[in-house]
């Protein structure tokens, strides 16, 4: 039987610490085409910081529909692309999905490899049930919102969830609204950075600890399930 060729590796980054991504991903960095990147500036970072030299290219929420077929086509072509978000695995709250369903149905091969995704440290780390979970990512911004907390409210299993800092106080706010003041949460933000933090307790604790606070990076965070 003919091997068959990888034509698109998606390549987890780092989320924060440049340290880290495996050795694999370093390889394969070194040995494609060319890099898909959601920010080739971002990108351009992490390659300088390892010496890459392959080309980048913009892949991103806006232009990504305008440039799989393309892409698609170049694949079958014979080059082997991988794509990288700005960090972490890409197709998690990222774009990835697209580009992996038209190379699936251009019967092209695809390989993801394991590496850093923000929101299994902060639920491993949180204390809070990791064997039966919910991944939300990041919640609707205004149409839609309340009714998936409503929802979420009524979840037996930990959610996840993905937050930017300038919505978390809010966000918070909503969960003691409708998950209850005392419902057990966890907020992880600027995770394998230098200021890295994690706050659990109560909805309401957590809440009025980060009305204190002016926050940056991004943040993921864990709530208990309905008991």
């Given at each position: 039987?003919?091997?068959?060729?990888?034509?698109?590796?998606?390549?987890?980054?780092?989320?924060?610490?440049?340290?880290?991504?495996?050795?694999r991903?370093?390889?394969?960095?070194?040995?494609?085409?060319?890099?898909?990147?959601?920010?080739?500036?971002?990108?351009?970072?992490?390659?300088?910081?390892?010496?890459?030299?392959?080309?980048?290219?913009?892949?991103?929420?806006?232009?990504?529909?305008?440039?799989?077929?393309?892409?698609?086509?170049?694949?079958?072509?014979?080059?082997?692309?991988?794509?990288?978000?700005?960090?972490?695995?890409p197709?998690?709250?990222?774009?990835?999905?697209?580009?992996?369903?038209?190379?699936?149905?251009?019967?092209?091969?695809i390989?993801?490899?394991?590496?850093?995704?923000?929101?299994?440290?902060?639920?491993?780390?949180?204390?809070?049930?990791?064997?039966?979970?919910?991944?939300?990512?990041?919640?609707?911004?205004?149409?839609?919102?309340?009714?998936?907390?409503?929802l979420?409210?009524?979840?037996?299993?930990?959610?996840?969830?993905?937050?930017?800092?300038?919505?978390?106080?809010?966000?918070?706010?909503?969960?003691?609204?409708?998950?209850?003041?005392?419902?057990?949460?966890?907020?992880?933000?600027?995770?394998?950075?230098?200021?890295?933090?994690?706050?659990?307790?109560?909805?309401?604790?957590?809440?009025n600890?980060?009305?204190?606070?002016?926050?940056?990076?991004?943040?993921?965070?864990?709530?208990?399930?309905?008991?």
């Open positions: 039987m003919k091997e068959r060729f990888t034509s698109l590796y998606l390549v987890p980054t780092p989320i924060g610490n440049l340290k880290d991504i495996t050795l991903a370093l390889e394969v960095l070194q040995s494609v085409d060319l890099i898909l990147a959601e920010d080739t500036r971002t990108t351009h970072k992490l390659l300088k910081h390892y010496d890459i030299t392959v080309k980048t290219k913009s892949y991103h929420m806006y232009n990504e529909h305008r440039q799989v077929e393309m892409l698609v086509d170049r694949m079958k072509g014979g080059e082997q692309f991988a794509l990288v978000s700005d960090a972490g695995t197709g998690i709250s990222d774009p990835g999905f697209l580009l992996v369903r038209e190379a699936q149905n251009a019967d092209l091969e390989e993801c490899l394991p590496g850093a995704t923000a929101f299994v440290p902060a639920l491993v780390k949180s204390g809070l049930p990791s064997d039966r979970f919910v991944f939300e990512g990041f919640l609707p911004v205004k149409k839609g919102r309340k009714t998936k907390l409503k979420l409210s009524e979840e037996l299993r930990t959610v996840v969830l993905y937050e930017s800092p300038h919505r978390l106080k809010k966000t918070l706010l909503q969960i003691v609204e409708y998950f209850g003041e005392d419902r057990k949460i966890s907020v992880s933000r600027e995770l394998t950075k230098i200021f890295e933090e994690t706050r659990n307790g109560q909805a309401s604790e957590v809440l600890y980060f009305e204190q606070k002016d926050v940056k990076g991004e943040i993921v965070i864990v709530i208990d399930g309905k008991k």
